[in-house]
DNA sequence: GATGAATGAGCCTTCATTCAT
DNA sequence: CATGAATGAAGGCTCATTCAT
């Protein structure tokens, strides 16, 4: 929730502004991001800064959110598919588009995944908006769907079914980000692709051999 | 390695700054603590504290060796029976004695945890003295013999299951300690060991319905 | 070179802190002159001065560079004259506007000459842009040719003499700064000026009785 | 002026703080110089030193003193032959067994350069215990003398010539030290010795082509 | 609306010296 | 007599935020 000032920016100045916070904002945590560099880099001035955003945490909120909005562009075919596919095609999809996100936009992706990593639980669901609690139902919900259709066995404990699925999906991710640089990601997006079939494979069947 | 000084130091006074310092890392990054906040919560001059340490990084690396020694004493029965073990079983064990270790111990676990969320590679190589990739070879092995003795099915990848393995791992105490109170992880400790079982019985098993 | 904010400070305001620095940087090595009684004495915020300088270096640069343009001033004319001079008349010349301008402006000098005295090579030669060797070349490039104009004898080593030269331009501002108060300096500028004429005397003629 | 307790010390442990110590002091000015470094590398208590010293100061006075005592057994030959040679061969032998003593022993005479590179006045006269005016009085003498015998011309300047011959005689060494590694000049010996006569021969004729 | 200077608390670290044991 | 823990001021530097222009 920038102020108005912000949007009243010709573009280009906003844009680098956007670009330059998206950069430190994937580098570094919350608290380790600096806001001297950001306006320094992108060649405004200070004040100028808080003339569009309340503060820090204001500028954070507005440049995770574009960042979420960007991925849910990826996510959107997933989303409007989900009546018509089956559960695992579901995570395959959504794994997949997660991957191809990051590939494709590894800063982006790189600040929620900072995101994620913050501690203060009040200051993520203050940023969030809603609790964390919350944000996590749509899984448990799905995979109770895929239970009534026999998809799922009705042995698994949704719950926990839900966890494992969201931060399996995080962990890949962090993966690519952390120990990965943004070049060998992009050489290897097929590779990685592959992996995630891999890890669905596993998912589908259990590590048991029959 | 703190310098002798610090082992000359009267228990009761050592054992308060480690006490503090453990606080901190567990609360904080190591970018975020705080030597000033430490040193006046312990008492002690802030010289008094490089009498002991090095450095900061010094003492962070002692805070996080004394909770990976804790850690180890969970593990150490587990490390004794990997061999006579089935698979499920081992990866059974070691989450169990990793959710037990985190629920009777939350702020050493949440410095191990601070520290997996790093994201500095180098930083974090220079702090374990070997490289990530290394550290992560145990379970590839393990997965390995598993295959051989037909316990885990041969269609499976093992470096990505290797890493399902460790990621989920990090992911319940992760959950724990950033999700819920001390309190309320000490209370509900059967609880989470259900949920445990619950995982594994996906992990082995599969999602699918059969 | 400082940053564009310190030219666009009050003039008054300016004028303080460079008078603080250089009385700072006057009496002290780089090493001992303190940040922290530069901004107290110029009676602005610490953070203040990081606003206008990079750093300590970047302050210490631009004051030995100021001190060094002023001594320019009495050079010019020096230099302007270097072909019409007789070699003897031209080190002269040299010192006298070299003590002159030690008289007129001794903290200038001081600075200057503190940082003679610095032992870290490469700070020296980080600071001043070039090698040390290359900056000592002049005179030998001066003597060369007062040897080919017969005014100087050909006997004489080239280098030798240029380290002489040079050396002995130092140790009369060295002398001058550290033993006599800047009162003593001021109210004594014609007994210095007929020193160095003495000392020419000697130089041109060396020690031996004829 | 050490304590007497310096003096009951084993010799060993008094040597290995020498040492130490001068060699901290033959690389740092007297501030930047460390208390707590010395007593690291020597291995001693920092209490102890304080048993062994006033303070500071008195550690550097001492060693100073060493420095000074050594160079005058360096010197003591040409003390003792001061009647008998000429003026020229005097300061000739003066900075010949300065080099020397540089050569062979450049810490002990970087201790001596570094204390001449001080900037206070006050601290300096109170090391030496008397002042810098006196001190320099010798060679003034010398010169009165070599009038006298007709060595000296009669038309140069006493006080001027014995500031000359002094300062040259430490710019010779500080060059050494200062922009060469103690391999350059222990290799360089004969060829530094070259370097000083031909500075006498200029000394002695002087700049001017006859 | 834009600017950017000012702020002062905070950062980690080093210092010479003291003094209880 | 030796020890070394304790001290706290000082070191250079960075920070997010404010506010007069």
Request: zero cysteines.
């Amino acid at each position: 929730m920038p102020k108005q000032t912000f949007f009243n920016l010709p573009e280009e100045k906003r844009e680098k502004l956007i670009d330059v916070a998206t950069d430190e904002f994937a580098k570094n945590s919350f608290n380790s991001a600096s806001i001297t560099k950001i306006v320094e880099k992108a060649g405004i001035a200070k004040g100028s800064l808080y003339q569009y955003f309340e503060d820090k945490k204001d500028l954070y909120k507005y440049i995770l959110e574009l960042s979420a909005n960007k991925k849910k562009e990826y996510l959107i075919e997933w989303m409007n598919r989900l009546q018509h596919l089956s559960f695992i095609e579901m995570i395959r999809e959504l794994y997949v588009k997660g991957v191809a996100f990051a590939a494709d936009n590894p800063r982006l992706a790189g600040i929620a995944n900072n995101f994620m990593k913050e501690n203060d639980t009040k200051f993520k669901e203050e940023i969030l908006g809603i609790s964390i609690e919350k944000s996590n139902q749509l899984f448990e919900q799905l995979i109770e769907n895929a239970k009534n259709k026999g998809e799922v066995s009705r042995n698994i404990d949704t719950k926990v079914a839900a966890f494992l699925v969201t931060n399996l999906n995080t962990s890949i991710v962090d993966y690519m980000l952390t120990y990965m640089t943004y070049e060998e990601i992009f050489q290897n997006k097929e590779e990685l692709l592959d992996k995630v079939d891999k890890m669905l494979f596993i998912m589908e069947n259990g590590f048991k051999a029959k």
